[in-house]
């Protein structure tokens, strides 16, 4: 039998993107509706953005945890998190975590690599896009992370805030990031990182100016592999 996945929860939107994707992609790899077992669990969205406006990584971490805690006393064999940011807090999290953990950067990381990327254009909340979140990881491997603007931060974190994990779709959002990944792509940038789970929602390789690491459905995919590896 497949491996139980633990999936620790943020936003709605990314979250059940995640979920589908392990659930229809299942089918693949395991016969016709045929999924792994998946436990999640999230608490309110507005306590992670009240931590993550006062910039409390630990107290970030610790809501991971509870969930974390939670999923295994569900019988969840290894955890992942569909959401970007909150990666931030894994130093706090992973020495006291009672599972092992699929690190979303590191999956977008090894797709990266398979695809031959070396210059990559990063999206995501502004609290991930101004973090070393991401570069800790790429830069190792020898790939170069790309920031957009501090204004076009702003923009794309209003976008994600205020629309994309409500559930709302505006052409104007899809404008908009296409603006700015195609400017990063004049810059040198060949792949953009899809770094907040909303974002793959409105935006794919059929309408992006750059090919795609889409972080939400690549996570999905490394959590049904490793589960069907269990």
Known sequence: MPGHIGMVCCSAEGAALCYRTICTEGARLLGPHAHPEISM??????DYVACLE???WRDVGELML?????LAAMGAEFLICPDNTI???????????PLPWLHIVDVVAEAAVEGGFRSLALTGTR?????????EKLTPRGLEVVRPTP?????INRIIMDELVYGTFKPEAVARLR???????????DAVILGCTEIPLILSDDNSPLPTLDSTRLLALAALRQAVRS
């Open 87 to 97: 990666h931030g807090a894994m130093a706090y999290v992973e020495p006291r975590s």
């Open 179 to 189: 603006q700015v990944i195609a400017r990063l792509q004049c810059e040198g940038c």
């Open 66 to 70: 509870a969930s974390a805690h939670k």
């Open 41 to 46: 669990h999230t608490p309110s969205l507005a």
């Open 151 to 155: 204004d076009e931060r702003d923009e």
């Open 54 to 56: 006062r910039g409390d």
């Open 127 to 135: 609290w991930l896009v101004d973090s070393e979140i991401y570069p």
